[in-house]
């Protein structure tokens, strides 16, 4: 699914925030961006629909509460905005589990544009707004850990980065610590400071299938 709509419909409110960077800005050794082992962790989080709704609930599992992504041939996501200063916590931490995989896709075409589970982080190119850029990590289906494309809609401004792929075992948590600003030097060459936005989705709508994804909680950290 596309990321272009989000990335426009979330960009003036964006523009409202980084015009606030003194009072906005998080500024903890580790901030929790995404507290889903709590029973409100969702209240802060909004969804964007696409194509029908991804079913995002909070659910225990293993004995913990975390946040499972069910998503029938739809395509939603949630999204959090928060100005995160990245010279204070440039690490991003997260864990996340697959269910099951979606096969005979294309992901570098917009037919094949599904994925059982994302996390992006958008940075805002503020009043220039075409310099608005995002990273998207994501499970890929069919494409090797490591590698890097242009997302099919929203072309170069969008990155995508599969860091798990279908080599890795389903029902099984994954952990995964990245350097968002070192990222974001290697994918567009540039020093950044600050992100403006998080957004998590779990899509099936090309593909017309079903993925059940499980997300644990989402930290920023100084190391």
């Known amino acids: 699914m596309?990321?272009?709509?989000?990335?426009?419909?979330?960009?003036?409110?964006?523009?409202?925030?980084?015009?606030?960077?003194?009072?906005?800005?998080?500024?903890?050794?580790?901030l929790v961006l995404g507290n889903f082992s709590v029973n409100n962790g969702l209240n802060t989080w909004q969804e964007k629909e696409f194509s029908g709704n991804t079913l995002y609930q909070l659910v225990r599992l293993e004995?913990?509460?975390?946040?499972?992504?069910?998503?029938?041939?739809?395509?939603?996501?949630?999204?959090?905005?928060?100005?995160?200063?990245?010279?204070?916590?440039?690490?991003?931490n997260w864990r996340w589990r697959i269910e099951?995989?979606?096969?005979?896709?294309?992901?570098?075409?917009?037919?094949?544009?599904?994925?059982?589970?994302?996390?992006?982080?958008l940075v805002s190119g503020g009043l220039a707004f075409w310099r608005t850029r995002a990273i998207n990590y994501v499970w890929s289906s069919n494409q090797a850990?490591?590698?890097?494309?242009?997302?099919?809609?929203?072309?170069e401004k969008a990155k995508m980065w599969a860091l798990r792929s279908a080599k890795d075992d389903l029902s099984t948590w994954k952990t995964e610590k990245r350097n968002i600003r070192e990222d974001f030097?290697?994918?567009?060459?540039?020093?950044?400071?600050?992100i403006h936005a998080l957004a998590i989705m779990?899509?099936?709508?090309?593909?017309?299938?079903?993925?059940?994804?499980?997300?644990?909680?989402?930290?920023?950290?100084?190391e």
């Open 2 to 30: 596309s990321l272009v709509k989000l990335v426009a419909q979330m960009l003036k409110r964006i523009l409202f925030i980084s015009c606030w960077f003194s009072i906005n800005i998080a500024t903890a050794s580790e």
């Open 63 to 92: 004995n913990e509460l975390v946040l499972q992504a069910n998503s029938k041939a739809s395509a939603s996501g949630l999204f959090k905005e928060q100005v995160i200063d990245l010279e204070k916590t440039p690490y991003l």
């Open 100 to 121: 099951n995989r979606l096969s005979s896709l294309d992901e570098k075409t917009k037919a094949g544009d599904d994925y059982s589970a994302r996390v992006y982080i």
């Open 145 to 155: 850990a490591g590698e890097i494309w242009d997302n099919a809609f929203a072309g």
């Open 185 to 194: 030097k290697q994918l567009y060459g540039e020093e950044i400071r600050y």
């Open 202 to 222: 779990t899509d099936t709508d090309n593909s017309e299938s079903q993925a059940i994804t499980y997300y644990g909680n989402i930290v920023f950290s100084t």
